[in-house]
């Protein structure tokens, strides 16, 4: 991931990079120009680029904040070899693939599994193929792999070796069958784990971060209030209250 600033109407001349790229536009706004297109990209705008692709980009009068993920070139043929990588750019305005890169972004150096889940759910939108018209059996196996290992670390990629499919598989099945990536439906499993030990022990705070594989209490407390606005002890002192 490489971060970019840009200067009030900054200009870039034509250019092209070497290796395929993600840009992910945080602020400002720039005209990107790559015969016959023109893309107007404003905050929330995320364009694949293919690689040697030829662009200029013109910089309005606020200029710009951007961040580039590079894709590494042996990684993209070996996902080739099952799907179709897409010829062209392809942008995209905030939803998903904007939400994927901020996790990306703000998982850098603290959680290489995250950044790398992150990044092939991400992929995902640059290839094409076939897709299982039916949940497939493997899926079933993945989720209760996922059920299983909610205690220790388990990446997109080591899951997908388990059930013998491509991460890009993986991933495009998770948000075709189950409508979230890997990386959340992980994270529920985790959040409903840790409910239970709530209710149903009395086990420490820390004890249940790290029986649900949170990182520590701290983590365990940012995700419980994500999800229900309370904190571990406020949320087993309420269970308290009604049981």
């Keep these: 991931m490489i971060e970019k600033r840009y200067a009030a109407e900054e200009w870039l001349a034509r250019h092209e990079h070497e290796s395929a790229y993600v840009s992910f536009l945080l602020a400002g706004a720039y005209l990107e120009v790559s015969h016959p297109d023109e893309r107007d990209c404003s905050p929330g705008t995320v364009i694949w680029h293919p690689?040697?692709?030829v662009h200029a980009d013109r910089f309005h009068s606020c200029g710009g904040h951007l961040l580039d993920l590079e894709i590494d070139a042996e990684w993209l043929s070996d996902a080739a070899q099952e799907f179709r990588l897409v010829p062209r750019a392809r942008m995209f305005r905030g939803g998903l693939p904007y939400l994927l890169g901020l996790r990306i972004y703000r998982a850098l150096g603290a959680d290489s599994c995250e950044v790398e889940d992150s990044a092939i759910d991400l992929l995902g939108f640059f290839f094409?193929?076939?897709f299982d018209r039916q949940r497939s059996i493997w899926l079933d196996?993945?989720?209760?792999?996922c059920s299983g290992a909610c205690d220790q670390q388990l990446s997109l990629a080591q899951l997908a070796m388990c059930v013998g499919v491509h991460p890009v598989h993986v991933a495009r099945s998770f948000r075709r069958f189950m409508g979230c990536t890997f990386g959340d439906h992980l994270a529920s499993v985790r959040i409903r784990k840790a409910?239970?030990?709530?209710?149903?022990?009395?086990?420490p705070i820390v004890e249940v971060a790290y029986a649900c594989g949170f990182a520590d209490h701290a983590h365990l407390c940012r995700a419980l209030k994500k999800s229900t606005g309370f904190t571990p002890s406020a949320f087993r002192k309420r269970i308290q209250a009604v049981s």
């Design 141 to 145: 196996r993945a989720l209760q792999i």
């Design 195 to 203: 409910f239970e030990l709530l209710r149903n022990s009395k086990s």
């Design 128 to 130: 094409t193929g076939p």
């Design 51 to 53: 690689r040697t692709e």
